[in-house]
């Protein structure tokens, strides 16, 4: 499912497409075992993955449907990271899907506390310069929540302390591609650091990235056409 979540889509194709896109977070080694976590918006608060859902046992109907809040709408036990995910759609109304991984490069340098800098330009489309690291906090509190929506701001994802990345989307499809982004860009900057500390790109150069963003992939006009 491409379609933005902010077009009519049913209950039943979103909870596919959550349990399709948990499983495909597990096939790209993302998540393992019943680590992170998905979720969309949904009718005023959001669809979840369950807890302790792996990519084995997960499927449509294990999906839980909660209020922002937390309250359960639906049978199951909501991922214990569910405030988390509420936070960032209450305070992000361009958030329509998150996810939430341990893949292990964005573990690796959240377990040093440091940000992801502009090595490369891709780093641009999370926005920013880079890709900031939350302040730590136990997993599934409120504070874990509030500290991943302060290192959001400005930003589509972040790495959160001792732990993992998260990031938002406009699809849950995009998510998830978003989350194997930010695991590729982890695992590159890793091993530029064998070699010594990698050349970062400048603010300028940065900003002149974002402005080729804007027009990256869209048509445009033959040489000499002009509006009619």
């Known amino acids: 499912m491409t379609t933005p979540l902010d077009t009519p889509i049913s209950e039943d194709a979103l909870r596919q497409a959550l349990a399709d896109g948990y499983r495909r977070l597990a096939e790209l080694g993302l998540n393992t075992?019943?680590?992170?976590?998905?979720?969309?918006?949904?009718?005023g608060g959001a669809l979840i993955s369950p807890s302790g859902a792996d990519a084995h046992s997960i499927d449509a109907q294990a999906i839980v449907s909660i209020t922002m809040d937390g309250e359960n709408r639906s049978p199951g036990i909501p991922s214990s990271e569910w405030s988390m995910h509420t936070a960032i759609y209450r305070h992000y109304p361009q958030a329509l899907a998150v996810v939430h991984t341990h893949s292990d490069a964005c573990v690796a340098l959240s377990a040093q506390r440091r940000p992801l800098p502009a090595?490369?330009?891709?780093?641009?489309?999370?926005?920013?310069?880079?890709?900031?690291?939350?302040?730590?906090?136990?997993?599934?509190?409120?504070?874990l929540a509030?500290?991943?929506?302060?290192a959001l701001a400005g930003h589509t994802a972040c790495l959160l302390a001792n732990h993992g990345?998260?990031?938002h989307a406009v699809s849950i499809e995009k998510a998830v591609a978003n989350?194997?982004?930010?695991?590729t860009l982890a695992r590159q900057y890793w091993m530029s650091a064998q070699l010594g500390a990698p050349v970062v790109l400048d603010a300028a150069e940065m900003a002149?990235?974002?402005?080729?963003?804007?027009?990256y992939g869209k048509a445009r006009l033959p040489r000499g056409a002009g509006a009619a």
């Not at 490369?120 to 136990?138: E, I, N, Q, R, S």
């Open 33 to 43: 075992g019943s680590a992170g976590n998905i979720s969309c918006r949904f009718d």
């Open 119 to 143: 090595f490369h330009y891709m780093l641009a489309g999370f926005g920013g310069d880079g890709v900031p690291c939350a302040k730590y906090a136990t997993f599934g509190t409120d504070a």
């Open 146 to 150: 509030q500290s991943a929506v302060d």
């Open 165 to 167: 990345m998260i990031c």
């Open 179 to 183: 989350a194997a982004k930010l695991e």
């Open 208 to 215: 002149t990235v974002r402005d080729r963003y804007r027009s």
